[in-house]
């Protein structure tokens, strides 16, 4: 009786009914009983109802024990048939998981894709027209939204959405499309000892340790200009420490 064929699908009896679960999850055990797993606890196939907790049912020999033992317990699921009859899962023994949760719809506008240092992330397309694909990285709408376009399987933060009448008018300008505007950008860059070559771009182009070099020069300069202003904070602290101790003399 305990072998008798049921389907994949787990159902719970609450509120005098059956209700199909979609995390339920078979829990195995050596006496032959029919046992999954939901929430926290364990539910008996044929009557879907709690057994114990999922803590408690490591030691499911002991539980049984103190029950009366494995005959006792079937006893108990035998007569709890009498009020809740027979489960779904052994009723319909043919049925699929995907029968009662269908999958998901994919939607075509999410997509997981890196952004200009590697990370993935999912982004929503939310424009799609005249060749134009345009992306945020939230599905609501906001106000300050950055916007993104695809480029050779990265994602590149072009603007915001409040600017979006601009950067419409603005793409169809790129000759070279925003590859070619991200390369002269940052070809710029890299003829300028004096700016910053943005490792984001070089990483799109493959020139990442090259800008890496390009930058050391500025790296430096700016950790002795913020070394520099901490010195003069802390200078001036101490001035007006000095001061405020003057005064209450």
Known sequence: MMNEKHSSVCYIFREGAFSPVKEGKPFRNDFGLDLFQYKGAVYEGRTG?????????????LFIKSHGGIEQVQQII???????????????????????FPPKEKDENRVFAKD????????????????????TMEKKREF????????????????????????????????????????????ESMGDPKRWADLGFANLLGRYYEAKRHNIPLEAERRQREERWAAEREADGRQRKIFWRERRW
């Open 78 to 100: 035998t007569r709890s048939l009498e009020r809740t009859g027979l489960s779904p899962r052994y009723a319909r023994p043919d049925e699929k998981k995907k029968d009662i």
């Open 144 to 187: 300050f939204q950055t916007i993104y376009v695809p480029c050779d399987g990265f994602m590149v933060g072009i603007d915001q959405r409040h600017r979006l009448e601009e950067i419409l008018k603005w793409l169809p300008t790129l000759k070279q499309g925003i590859r070619g505007e991200i390369e002269r950008v940052f070809n």
């Open 49 to 61: 109802l709690h057994l114990c907790p999922l803590q408690e049912a490591e030691y499911l020999d």
């Open 116 to 135: 200009l240092m590697g990370n993935k992330h999912y982004y929503y397309r939310f424009y799609n027209e005249n060749g134009i694909e345009l992306y």
